[in-house]
């Protein structure tokens, strides 16, 4: 089975909507979102409302917790999105509110894991950065492979037969991409890998929408680069009276 595997879609449904149509296209049978439906976007109720109706599992993400009131709000304010987390619980439903909240922060079957951050502790959002990081969670780590977001960057870490820890950091864009890119690598070969599945909807990292594709038959991951609607995204940010991020500001301020 195509697993189509997405994290950090953070209120843009329109990034949401573009990896969905290109997963389809793709011939994926279960879609897996790895949490941040809210925060740092303009619309978390549409992407919410994608989620319920086009995804088989939903995992809490750190400003889905913050933004449903399971967490403090401390959580996020050094990323200067509180008021924007508070503004989209005024915009969901109570049905959609307690929906939310009931999502589960890990998810396994077939030999894989999902989480948000880490696997060492769910639901304390610890990142997964580099080689120190992977090799903490690879103890932790049952199955053979692990699907995490949440850094907002793609990467690869493989634990060998050997028990050595290769990287493979998917290169970032200082541009925004102006195509598609897809990137296959081979996880059938005994080993075990931990893959960030990069950010749906706000790429301050790649410039780019990416998303992982795995299949299980195949033993094959497979990144999904595409491009990012930088002007729709500006324009409804602004629209929405949102102040637009630093990352996207710089961008602008250099071209």
Known sequence: ???????????????????????????????????????????????????????????????????????????????????????????????????????????????FACVHGDIIAPREWGYILDANDAARNFFRLAERILFCGHSHHAAVWNLTKADLICVRSERRLSRPAVRMESVSIKVGDGGKYIVNVGSVGYPRSDFCIVYCIYDDEAGVVTFRRLPFDFAGYIEAMISHGHDLPIWLARWLASI
């Not at 909507?17 to 279960?30: E, F, I, Q, V």
């Not at 200067?80 to 503004?87: F, L, Q």
Request: with cysteine; hydrophobic share 40%.
């Open 1 to 111: 089975m195509k697993y189509a595997i997405m994290s950090d879609a953070h209120a843009n449904p329109a990034a949401l909507d573009t990896a969905l149509a290109d997963a389809r296209s793709n011939g994926c049978g279960k879609y897996i979102f790895l949490g941040d439906m809210t925060g740092y976007g303009y619309d978390a109720k549409s992407v919410v409302e994608r989620c319920m109706s086009d995804f088989d599992v939903v995992l809490l993400g750190n400003h889905d917790a913050v933004c449903t009131g399971l967490d403090a709000g401390i959580n996020v304010m050094l990323n200067h999105n509180y008021d924007i987390d508070r503004e989209q619980r005024d915009s969901l439903s109570e049905k959609e509110v307690a929906w939310i909240k009931e999502r589960q922060c890990m998810y396994s079957a077939n030999g």
